[in-house]
């Protein structure tokens, strides 16, 4: 019963490549959060998907980000052009569902993306 | 819209000692997640508390939420070097469509 899987585990590109994280949630869940954690701070919201529906992106920057989570296969967040300030690291939960007690949140490792 | 403040920002206490970390919402909850993050790690689901005055254990780890269901408390009994990380609470309110996290707790622990 595998957990929730992203992947890379590091990434590392250079001032305005495009990074790409990927993220495949526990079985038999529907619900992908992206959040994004920089050294010595909290876990910043960044969004909420469904199955091909974006329910809450308030925390996404409006410029260079985006996400998705289509109908087969991982949950992608994506970073065009990215800037040394991107650099952090991105986790992704995911849970059964949005309500109830089924609302809790399972991590995945995280991906550390460093930008030179 | 909802707000989750967790104090204190941090805490070093000596091996033995007690910790307390405390959570309030500025608006009325209709259940808060308790997750702990270990120094280079992901955070990790701990518990959930659901019903007004609220209290459960793990060994040496005791959760309540308040009566109001606007705050909760995590307090470890007896720290070891082992409860070093950071501990996040997450609370939903009932209109929310997701919970929202406070900003964590830092426990360091000297042995």
């Known amino acids: 019963n595998a957990g929730v899987m992203q992947n890379p585990r590091h990434l590392v590109r250079r001032r305005g490549q495009e990074a790409r994280l990927r993220c495949s949630p526990m079985?038999?869940?529907?619900?992908v959060y992206w959040y994004r954690q920089l050294p010595e701070e909290g876990l910043k919201f960044m969004v909420y998907?469904?199955?091909?529906?974006?329910?809450?992106e308030s925390g996404m920057p409006k410029e260079r980000f985006s996400a998705e989570f289509p109908k087969e296969g991982p949950s992608i967040l994506r970073i065009q052009q990215v800037v040394r300030g991107d650099s952090a690291a991105y986790f992704c939960?995911?849970?059964?569902?949005?309500?109830?007690?089924?609302?809790?949140?399972?991590f995945g490792p995280g991906t550390r993306l460093t930008v030179l | 819209g909802q707000q989750v403040m967790q104090i204190p920002q941090y805490q070093h206490v000596q091996e033995g000692e007690d910790f307390t970390t405390y959570c309030n919402s500025s608006t009325t909850l209709s259940n808060i997640q308790w997750y702990k993050q270990r120094p280079g790690g992901h955070p990790v689901f701990l518990i959930q508390l659901v019903k007004s005055g609220e209290v459960k254990k793990q060994k040496r780890l005791t959760f309540q939420f308040g009566e109001a269901k606007k705050n909760s408390s995590l307090h470890i009994t007896a720290t070891q070097t082992t409860d070093v990380g950071t501990y996040f609470c997450?609370?939903?309110?009932?209109?929310?469509?997701?919970?929202?996290f406070g900003d964590g707790t830092t426990l360091t622990v000297k042995p």
């Open positions: 997450a609370g939903r309110s009932t209109n929310a469509g997701k919970s929202t």
């Open positions: 939960a995911s849970s059964p569902r949005h309500t109830g007690v089924a609302d809790t949140q399972y």
């Open positions: 079985k038999g869940h529907s619900h």
């Open positions: 998907l469904q199955k091909e529906n974006i329910i809450d």
